[in-house]
């Protein structure tokens, strides 16, 4: 399964930072490394359900996304402002709640993501753009059998089959593109054309088209084109937008070891020794790792 890193990595992040005293995951230098926590606790999941994830990690963003970028940043910086006033007051519960909004993916925390994923010989795969559009065009040309994403944008970008609630508990929740589309009865550039009156990362969409509205009235006027002729609706980019999601701007998938071979003491050791987390709180989530490995039958796992 291609894994869109950046979505999946920044939910263990904010659920770490929200339940965990901060102590367990902050260096002597005051470095905060919770991800190496989260990446030891959710790798599990995957080995259970027989999975070899392959993470793909974000390149460049488009210019499309700037303003959902900026509105992110907006809303990260009131939470700080927020989180401040909490921790004069001594509200130690909504000041944990409030630190998990604050978080955003740094260079230490992906670098040392990417690091405790190369001794543990899990693939990582780099996309020129989104990661979540690496992630399902691999899936799409048959390169890996699922995307893995929290996200809907995998099906407007193509994934046939993509497997979400990867950080939660239960089973995944298989989410099938051709399921979709014919119990809407619609196409591939229909759904498209309907995400985007609806609103996608790159556009906020059409006042008063919600999901429902959107499909009734994309399947009356056949596409997104002769809708906004007939009701003389703008919507800003939808070219650019469409042809986005249609074909964004993904590399060729690398030749993909998928034998895996990991290093568990020299993980551990990284963690613990080098990056100073507290041994307990990464202990079980080892052990489930080799265990879960034991069970899938990967024999060649230390």
């Known amino acids: 399964m291609a894994v869109d890193a950046h979505n999946w990595l920044y939910r263990y992040l904010t659920t770490t930072v929200k339940w965990t005293n901060d102590a367990v995951y902050t260096t002597a230098d005051g470095e905060e490394v919770a991800n190496l926590v989260g990446v030891v606790q959710g790798l599990p999941k995957f080995f259970k359900h027989d999975i070899t994830p392959v993470f793909v ?11 959902e970028v900026s509105d992110r940043r907006e809303k990260r910086e009131a939470a700080e402002e927020k989180l401040d006033a909490a921790r004069e007051r001594g509200d130690d519960l909504a000041a944990a709640r409030l630190e998990a909004r ?22 990582v795969v780099d996309a020129p753009a989104e990661g979540e559009a690496q992630a399902a065009v691999m ?3 048959g390169d890996v059998d699922f995307a893995g994403t929290e996200d809907y944008d995998s099906l407007l970008f193509g ?35 309907v995400a985007i009156l609806c609103g996608t990362d790159f556009n906020d969409g059409v006042h008063g088209y919600g999901p429902k509205t959107s499909v ?13 002729e007939a009701e003389d609706v703008h919507v800003e980019n939808a070219d ?8 964004p701007p993904v590399a060729e998938t690398p030749d993909l070891d998928l034998d895996l071979a990991p290093d ?3 993980a551990r050791e990284f963690v613990v020794d080098t990056w100073e987390v507290d041994a307990e709180e990464v202990a079980r989530g ?9 069970q899938t039958g990967l024999d060649r796992w230390s």
């Open 139 to 141: 899936a799409r040309r």
């Open 57 to 67: 990690f974000d390149g460049a963003v488009t210019d499309l996304k700037d303003a």
């Open 159 to 193: 994934a046939p089959r993509t497997l979400r609630q990867l950080t939660s508990k239960g089973d995944p929740e298989l989410m099938a593109l051709d399921a979709t589309l014919q119990r809407h009865d619609i196409t591939y550039e229909q759904l498209i054309d």
């Open 264 to 266: 568990v003491a020299a």
């Open 240 to 247: 650019r937008i469409r042809a986005l999601f249609r074909d």
């Open 286 to 294: 080892f052990d489930r790792i080799e265990q879960s490995v034991v």
């Open 216 to 228: 009734k009235a994309i399947k009356e006027h056949g596409d997104l084109w002769a809708l906004i």
């Open 102 to 123: 604050t978080q955003r993916l740094t260079d230490t925390i992906v670098e040392t993501t990417r690091e405790l994923l190369g001794l543990l010989d899990v693939p």
